[in-house]
């Protein structure tokens, strides 16, 4: 992707706040060029989702640094491509971890353990820019966007990507919850949206329905696939409901196919059996 170099902080223009994203080192299926790490501020800083533990990452954090002060690390959640490299940071900076701890389940970050309990709506005051939490469960339970709010630039981890669509995974994973937090979104003063993976986006809005109403035609694509093919179980289902991605993704999509199953038995739409699922 133009523009995206590991390790490289890239100024990001059109904006008053001075924001560098700092490439990951994890390209991949899943993390697509790698994890985007944002440095906030001119001289007190902010550094959104160091990314996984990365030696040369860890050099790059402190070059981009140098002799100002990095003042709190903010994680969007603590999956294991995110959260991981805060602890060296914390320990070598002695900056404040800002996020929610994380929840039980596998690929979560133990070692973030956050410097007080954080609530949804709390303010970061950094005097030359403010930083507000918005919290944000769907993806998993203790997800946060972070708001820049002098510029309406959001930062949303894995809540709303560029160019693709985030997993939903249960149990923790909720998707009735990433629902309700993508609408909330729609109702703040947006200009950007900065993700996880992939490029900055300048048409929030425009991106927040176009995912609102992929979800929605998704859930309608499970019902008609259960209607189609009647009781079955997720291994049958996932084939007819993703027909369009990859073989190699379906895993994937089998967890977030879970997650529209059980929203849609909450709805009492369907229902759950011994074999799978059927409509109700």
């Not at 990452?57 to 709190?72: C, H, K, M, T």
């Not at 030359?128 to 469960?137: A, G, K």
């Not at 160019?163 to 993508?182: K, Q």
């Not at 694509?221 to 996932?238: F, H, M, N, T």
């Amino acid at each position: 992707m133009q523009g995206f170099e590991p390790g490289i902080p890239t100024p990001i223009e059109g904006i008053k706040t001075s924001v560098q994203r700092i490439l990951g080192r994890n390209p991949g299926p899943m993390t697509g060029p790698g994890t985007n790490s944002y440095l906030i501020g001119e001289k007190r800083l902010c550094l959104v989702d160091p990314g996984p533990i990365n030696n040369e990452q860890y050099e790059s954090f402190v070059q981009a640094i140098g002799d100002r002060e990095l003042e709190y690390i903010l994680a969007t959640h603590t999956h294991g491509d995110h959260s991981p490299g805060a602890a060296r940071l914390h320990e070598t900076t002695g900056a404040k971890l800002v996020g929610l701890p994380a929840p039980e389940g596998i690929a979560q970050d133990k070692t973030f353990q956050p410097d007080q309990l954080w609530q949804d709506g709390d303010e970061i005051d950094c005097g030359e820019y403010t930083v507000r939490l918005i919290q944000t469960p769907g993806h998993v339970s203790n997800h946060i966007c972070y708001l820049l709010v002098e510029d309406g630039f959001l930062f949303t981890g894995d809540h709303v990507l560029q160019g693709t669509t985030s997993v939903i995974l249960p149990p923790d994973g909720d998707m009735g919850s990433y629902l309700d937090s993508l609408r909330r979104l729609q109702e703040l003063d947006l200009r950007y949206l900065a993700p996880g993976h992939g490029g900055v986006m300048d048409k929030p809005y425009d991106e927040i329905k176009k995912l609102i109403a992929h979800r929605l035609m998704r859930e309608e694509k499970v019902v008609a696939g259960l209607q189609k093919l009647g009781e079955c179980s997720i291994d049958e289902l996932v084939l007819t409901v993703y027909d369009d991605v990859a073989e190699h993704l379906i895993p994937w999509a089998k967890k977030t196919l879970l997650a529209h199953l059980i929203k849609l038995q909450r709805d009492e739409r369907i229902v759950a059996t011994e074999i799978g699922w059927k409509i109700v």
